[in-house]
């Protein structure tokens, strides 16, 4: 037997149909989820308020929160209608805690904590990076035989970009933070470049579309090699750190050194100018030295997170990789690290491309664990935005 149906016997009983109904609200969507015995996703429906921070190019936080308030109510409504089932059938209430916005978080704590009390249901409260690594779990059945072994997981998103070793343990996932970024996350590169370019926002998806139009080689950028061992010579976060700012700023100098802002310009007035614009439309009016830009930078991005991953991987002696978060829908991103893994031998998984970014399917698979092991929120749980994952 293996381990994982071990321990779906071991509690069986202690619940009906095992339904976690998870409320996420760490960021700029509102999601909710209801998910079987933490495997079967009965529903997941994901209210993005891109619309409404396009305009800014990044979260505004008060507008999130604001948003998270008008639809969480909706939101929940139809993640039950969706997986057909009512309040009364629900074993549990998953919710994330942190790390987020606070004011964000702070709606979907406090509705989930209402909820959890008026049905008389139990609450369990959920680190949103453990999330995105469940989202990995979601879609890979097969890789819960990898529970027994040691992998390594990226979690790479608008917000984060961290290495953890995680390990199955007793009945629950044990994590160890072995990197993160120093300064910006990767998809906050890919978010910033893009408004730098006049594209539209989310930045990732509009450069994932483009760059394939583009030679990767024209622009040689150097990430920032970060001299790690100076001040913590034992410490193995240091060794695998990432930083982000400096391929920013280069690409800034290349777009001041190459005056490229007439045409910047006149992008971001034809794309405004369209009722509904999307890369298609940028191409068009995207030069081949932009589009090279373009490529290049997805391309040295992509190059320094898997270095990164696989040496990490390789120093700690991890037997698998799961490559989870927003950045990780990238084409070439998934491309690239299946190749090295195959070179390497390392069975490799992601989430489907859906579960990829911020959603609460994730948040309900990262519970089920925890609800077996009986771990419980108590009613005065608060939202916590710096929440981390892991001992370092
Ligand atoms: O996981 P997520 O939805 O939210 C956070 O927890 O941050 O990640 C959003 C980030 C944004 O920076 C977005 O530009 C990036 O993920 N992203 C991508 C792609 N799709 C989303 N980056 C590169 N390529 C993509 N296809
Ligand atoms: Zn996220």
């Known amino acids: 037997m293996s381990q994982s149906s071990q321990l779906l016997s071991g509690a069986e009983g202690a619940y009906s149909r095992g339904l976690i109904l998870a409320i996420e609200s760490s960021c700029d969507e509102t999601a909710?989820?209801?998910v079987e015995r933490g495997r079967h996703v009965l529903s997941s429906i994901?209210?993005?308020?891109?619309?409404?921070?396009?305009p800014y190019g990044g979260v505004v936080p008060e507008l999130a929160s604001r948003e998270h308030l008008r639809n969480i109510v909706p939101v929940v409504r139809a993640a039950l209608d969706t997986a057909g089932v009512s309040f009364s059938d629900l074993?549990?209430?998953?919710?994330?805690?942190g790390p987020g916005l606070a004011g964000a978080l702070l709606v979907g704590v406090a509705y989930a904590k209402s909820l959890a009390f008026a049905l008389g249901k139990p609450l369990i409260a959920v680190n949103h990076l453990e999330g995105h690594i469940h989202a990995v779990l979601l879609a890979h059945g097969e890789m819960l035989e990898l529970r027994d072994g040691r992998s390594l997981a990226l979690v790479v998103s608008g917000g984060h970009t961290h290495l953890y070793l995680v390990r199955y343990e007793g009945e629950s996932f044990i994590y160890r933070n072995v990197g993160a970024t120093l300064d910006d996350a990767a998809g906050e590169a890919f978010d910033k470049v893009a408004k730098l370019l006049g594209l539209g926002y989310p930045g990732g998806p509009w450069i994932d579309a483009l760059a394939p139009?583009?030679?990767?080689?024209?622009?040689?950028?150097?990430?920032t090699q970060v001299k790690q061992k100076a001040h913590r010579p034992d410490s193995p976060v240091d060794r695998f750190a990432f930083s982000f700012s400096g391929i920013k700023t280069a690409v800034l100098r290349y777009v001041q050194i190459h005056d490229l802002y007439p045409s910047i310009e006149r992008r971001r007035e034809a794309l405004?100018?369209?009722?509904?614009?999307?890369?298609?439309?940028?191409?068009a009016w995207c030069d081949d030295?932009?589009?090279?830009?373009?490529?290049?930078?997805?391309?040295?991005?992509?190059?320094?997170l898997k270095r990164k991953t696989f040496q990490a991987a390789e120093t700690l002696g991890a037997e698998s990789i799961l490559v989870s978060g927003g950045?990780?829908?990238?084409?070439?991103?998934?491309?690239?690290?299946k190749e090295e893994a195959k070179k390497r031998g390392l069975p490799i998984a992601f989430p489907t491309i859906a579960l990829s970014t911020d959603n609460a399917a994730m948040i309900a698979a990262a519970a089920w664990p925890r609800f077996?092991?009986?771990?419980?929120a108590a009613l005065d749980l608060t939202a916590n935005a710096s929440l981390a994952l892991g001992k370092k």
């Open 372 to 376: 077996l092991a009986g771990g419980f």
């Open 289 to 304: 030295r932009t589009l090279g830009l373009i490529a290049s930078f997805q391309r040295a991005v992509v190059e320094d």
């Open 213 to 223: 139009h583009g030679d990767p080689s024209s622009v040689a950028f150097t990430l």
């Open 46 to 54: 994901v209210a993005s308020q891109i619309a409404i921070h396009a």
């Open 272 to 283: 405004a100018a369209l009722p509904t614009a999307g890369p298609a439309e940028a191409l």
């Open 32 to 34: 909710a989820a209801v």
């Open 91 to 97: 074993d549990a209430v998953a919710v994330t805690e």
């Open 327 to 337: 950045v990780a829908a990238n084409r070439e991103l998934r491309e690239r690290f």
